[in-house]
Nanobody
Framework: QVQLEESGGGLVQAGESLRLSCTTS????????AAWYRQTPGKQRELVAE???????NYGNFPKGRFTISRDNTKRTMYLQMNNLNPEDTAVYYC?????????WGRGAQVTVSS
């Protein structure tokens, strides 16, 4: 059974940093594209960043600079470093793994940024 579990979310003040982690099991993590998405109420889930098994990153329409995605294949874990957070970053953050066979999601971690 594939499992993904986010951790590291919480309540912070504007300008502070957080690092989200996503630990995985039941899947060959190193062979999957790893990604972070986020979702706010009433809006579609949006891609924050993704990283291939080889380490190539894509931040889509999300401006890189404040957020950095990384992975540690030996620990089967992906990370999202978030700096200089602002209230607009308040959302539920989800990790995702994908390969030719399917897509797998974590349950999400709430990040709340107060002004």
């Amino acid at each position: 059974q594939v499992q993904l579990e986010e951790s590291g979310g919480g309540l912070v003040q504007a300008g502070e940093s957080l690092r989200l982690s996503c630990t995985t099991s039941g899947i060959d993590f190193s062979r999957n594209v790893a990604a972070w998405y986020r979702q706010t109420p009433g809006k579609q889930r949006e891609l924050v960043a993704e990283i291939t098994s080889g380490g190539s990153t894509n931040y889509g329409n999300f401006p890189k600079g404040r957020f950095t995605i990384s992975r540690d294949n030996t620990k089967r874990t992906m990370y999202l470093q978030m700096n200089n957070l602002n209230p607009e970053d308040t959302a539920v953050y989800y990790c995702r793994l994908s390969n030719a066979r399917g897509v797998y999601w974590g349950r999400g971690a709430q990040v709340t940024v107060s002004s």
